[in-house]
Every structure is written in C-alpha cells, then in structure tokens.
DNA sequence: TTGAAAGCGCTAACAG
DNA sequence: CTGTTAGCGCTTTCAA
C-alpha cells in the first residue's frame, strides 16, 4: 500500500512542492497561482487518489483532529445510542472517533486511555466502567492525573468520586422520585426496588430518589439487589421468590436499568403474577404492557458530551455537571 | 496539554537523545548503556508520565498500528459482539480500532473509509451497508478502486457483489436449510418466510436455503418481504393479518432476522395464535418458548476477520470466503 | 557507550 | 507565481 507524495506529485507535474501545498490546502488563489496549474494540481490528485499524510501534517500541527472514547462494552444498545450523539457531532465538527471498550476492567480501561492517548487523541469521552458494591471502590487516581495532565476530557452517565471532570448525566433522582411518587398516586402501598449494586452514581441516585420518595410517602423500603453482571444468573429469581413469598409482596416494582426489567417482567409473567413495573429504559415492541417506561435521553446525552468535549478542547470554559 | 518530548529529557538527564531513545525502544542492553542510565530514564519518564510522540513515530515507520472498522450501526446488539471479537484479536496484536457508523448510508460509508484511510489506517474492516431491493444496487466501484490500490480489506456478515475481497460470513445457506428441514420434519407443513428483503448476501443466502428446503420437501413457499429498518412499522402487521386470515394459514414461520420475530412472536401471542418460529438470533431471557434459535457466531467472525486481516497486513495470502 | 547527522512528508515563512 | 529553507519529534545508521 505504498502511497503518493507530495513531491512525487510535484515531480510529476514539474512544478515546486510548495505550489502543489498550496493548491491542495486551497491557498491557490491567495497566491495567485494559474487557475491551469491549480487544475492541474487537482485533476491529477482526484485521478491518482492522493490521500496527503496525515502524519506529517499532524507532527507540524500538533492536532490529530481525533477524539477517543471509551465504553464498558458495546453490547448493551444504549451504548450505541450514545455513540449515535457523539457522532453526529463529532461528524459537524471534522473529528474522528476511535472507539474502545474496557470490557468493565478498570485495569483494561487505564491501558485503553493511554494507547488512545498516546494516539494523539485530542480529547477523551468516558463511560466509566464501575465496580460493584462488594468490590473495590473506582481507582480515581489515573483519571485524576490525566486531569492534572490537562488532557480535555468529559465523563458520560456516571460521576467519578473524587475529581472535578465535566460530566453529562441523567436527571436520575429527580426521574426516579417522579416515577416512584406516581407508583405511589396509582395506588401501589409495597413497592420493591430492583437494580444492579453497582457504584454508578447514575444507579446510586436512582436509589436515592426511589428512597427518598418511599420515605416521603411513609412506606416501607424494600430491595432485591444484584451482583451480577448478567441478568439471566438465577440471583434475581430467587430473591423475587423470597418477596413474593413475603408476608406483604410488593404491588408494584421499581427497576434501575431495563435489562433487569426485561428478565423480571418475563419472570413474572411465568409465575402468574401481574404486577406493574416502572424502569429506566424503553420499551421494545414485544414486551408486555404493564411496564412503565422512564424515558433515557442517550443520544442527547452523547451529543452534549461531544459539544462540551470541543468546548474545552478550544479553551473555552465548562461546567461541571450538565443534565440531560 | 502540551507534552513532554524526549529532547527535553535528554537535556534535563544531561544525556544524548539518542541513549534515551535506544532505552526507551527496549535496546539498552544491546547497546550496552550502562544499567544505571538505563534505570534514570526509565524512571524519569514515569515520574514524568512521558508519552512518545505517535505521529513522530508513524511517520517514521509508515505504519499506524490503526485498524479501522465500518458499521451501518452500533445500535443492533450484534454489532457489538462483532466489536468484541476484533477487539479481542486486535489488542492480542497491539493495533488499535477505529470505528465509525455509516448509518446506512452509502455515501456515508464512502467518506468515513476515506477518512479512516487518510488517518493511516493499516487495514479495514467493513459492514457494508446494503440498500433494500427496491432501492439501487450497492455500488462496488469505490470498494474496487480500495482494492486496486491495494488496501487491505475484510469484509463482514457480507460480500459485495462484482469485487474480490476476503469475506468472513456465516453459514447462512446451510443453516437455513438445516432449520426449515427440521420444521418440516416436526410437522410443518406450511412455513412462512418473515424477512427484510435487504441486498445483503446473508440476507439472500437464508432466502435461498429456505427456498430450496421448501421446494426439497414438495411444500409451497410463502414470504412476508419487509422494505422498512424499523421492525415496530405496520407493514409486518398488515402482511401477518394477511397471511393469518388465508385459507392455508402457516402453521410455522422461518425469520431471517431477530429483531423482526421478537415482534413477530409479540404480534402472534397478542392475537392468540401459538405459532413456532424458527430464526436467526439467540433468545433473550424473556422471550416465549416457541422460538428456535439459529446461533450467531457474531463474536467469532469478528476475530476471525480481525485475524485475516492481520494476515493480510503482514503479506500472507488470504482466503476470499470463510465461513463461521 | 554516546553524539552527530540524515531523513520520514508536510508546512510556513521568506526571498526571489 | 515558484524555489529554498528550516523545522515538527523521533529513528536509525555511522563514527567517535
């Protein structure tokens, strides 16, 4: 794949590189150069398929005109509908994305920012990947000096602890404590909350908000709370046993992320129970009608994560935390 | 964000830049630098958090260590088990992945290739993006000009008709085939065949393997053929009532793809029928029981093609077409 | 062991 | 209009 020069183009035409430079950058006018030689110039390049070097234009410039992103992973659809924002933005404004995901490893994560760094990224968007509640906590460290490093960066869903990154979430805890209070306006006395125990501040406040509007209704918390990354592992039926079990089963169920949703409506429903369920998430066509959806704004959100991401590449100043 | 070079180590260790790029490039010993030079550097640019410049490097080497990747979407879920499989394969091999989305655009597709090219990819690899069959022909000129100048390429799930390029795809015929045998063999006597009617080779591998076990087996062929991305649109309703309401309803469907028989199985169950579905696609834990899944080996097509590229790259020959 | 020097392909003055 | 020159940061001989 050996590629056409600059000075093989000029060879070839008997002119000076500086000419050919010029043309291509579409100075040609500026400095009055025959609009025979500029046509030149094109047509031979259209016609031989020159690709000038990004390298050595990049070493001159000091820019690479790419941004990196990272995702736990990309099977989750969601992740895609961020992906979607991010490049329709990213797409206006002439950067590339070079996508990798940690496959949930905060080690793996680490050696995925330094590569797309070491890449010449000129920015990174993250979806940090998150330990579960019986792990060690988020290393903020190595994010921490990447900060220090003044590499413009922007968190996506998911605060880290214990450093100041722009970061674009969703308005968890208020749309939790809005569906949860809703529940509660239909009707519903026992509403079990089922999610993920993971340290994501977006799962985190939707606890909170579940919580708080439990409490501020004078009910009775209840939780089923998973470890698991996958939501076919036998936790969740088991602990749905025990409350449907209970004394007082729950009448209605509140669900942190729709993965979970799905597998607890589709286990219900094989159990013969009818009972509601409010998630976050969206519902596909097949899934049955006693979900009520909290809708999530991912695209939007990726969109805005990419608008901030430019902003503070270009010195301007930005926020730290933007909802969607 | 302005970084450290290796001039400026030199200078503050008070050594030449060739003694610390020879340690850095892993050749101290065999230059025999002294083991506590050696060490200085070495920690200097630890402390210092160092990183060469990947642009000075590359332009050196006239190789990137990029991979590129086009997808029409990320959104379908399979698409990210492709990305998983690559990515496998591609850091086993330290390159690192560019992926961008055409969004089922050809054209589209066309300027993020460009763009992947003139970022230095080594390679690339493509989903291409196909037209429904009322729409133009996927058109393989610039996918030939790509392989006449000699762009290693592999293609995914897809061929492209009138170019010759390696091909990782699925055994789309043969496990069509084998599907709607054993329906006929369980007593189907009347099978329906749901599918987009997509340009896509896998697309029209299934038809035909469907086509010749119904034809094999002295049976009627009948197909509801979708012209819409979107499997929550009415067409698949309308034509479902259509067929339900026949003299000889079908007392099973095959279904090229998984999105469409999720909302299929949804559509049947909520009109009362109890119809098996054969299909492309594995079951989601909440699904009904009626569904027979084809497996995908998304996953393993992808590191399979990730694999043949890196053959390619490194000038070994490839096969055209392999199968998973 | 280390330094000097050439060059990767392109850009940006500057002097014709 | 066009040629010359001096880098961008790093690698790689070739000498010392």
């Known amino acids: 794949m050996k590629r056409l020069t600059m000075k093989q ?50 070493l001159n410039s000091r820019t690479s005109g790419i941004i990196g992103a990272v995702f736990p992973d990309l099977f989750e659809s969601f992740m895609g509908s961020i992906v979607r924002g991010i490049e329709t933005v990213l797409y206006e404004h002439d950067y590339s994305l070079m996508i990798s995901t940690s496959r949930f490893s905060h080690q793996r994560e680490q050696a995925i920012i330094e590569n797309i760094l070491y890449r010449g990224a000129d920015g990174l968007l993250l979806v940090p990947s998150m330990p579960y509640h019986h792990e060690t906590p988020y290393n903020s460290e190595y994010i921490g000096s990447l900060v220090k490093q003044d590499v413009p960066m922007v968190l996506i869903d998911r605060k880290i602890k214990g450093v100041t990154v722009p970061c674009v979430v969703q308005k968890d805890y208020d749309r939790s404590y809005g569906a949860v209070t809703s529940c509660i306006q239909n009707g519903a006395g026992r509403i079990c909350c089922v999610s993920f125990y993971l340290q994501a501040t977006s799962i985190e406040e939707r606890l909170r908000g579940y919580a708080r509007a439990v409490r501020d209704h004078h009910l009775e918390p209840s939780y089923i709370l998973l470890r698991e990354q996958n939501p076919s592992s036998r936790d969740l039926q088991t602990k749905l046993a025990d409350q449907l079990r209970s004394k007082e089963p729950p009448d209605a169920f509140f669900v942190t992320t729709s993965g979970i949703a799905d597998k607890l409506s589709w286990l219900l429903r094989s159990e013969g129970f009818t009972i509601p369920i409010a998630r976050f998430g969206s519902t596909a ?36 935390i933007t909802y969607c």
């Open 9 to 58: 183009i000029a060879d070839q035409l008997n002119i000076s590189r500086t000419t050919v430079s010029l043309v291509l950058k579409g100075k040609g006018d500026q400095y009055r150069i025959s609009k025979d030689t500029q046509q030149r110039i094109i047509s031979y390049v259209e016609q031989a398929g020159y690709r000038p070097n990004y390298f050595a234009s990049a």
């Open 285 to 320: 066509p097949w899934t049955h009608q006693e979900l009520m959806d909290i809708p999530q704004p991912h695209t939007e959100m990726g969109k805005k994560a990419a608008q901030l991401l430019i902003e503070r590449i270009e010195g301007r100043p930005v926020e730290e």
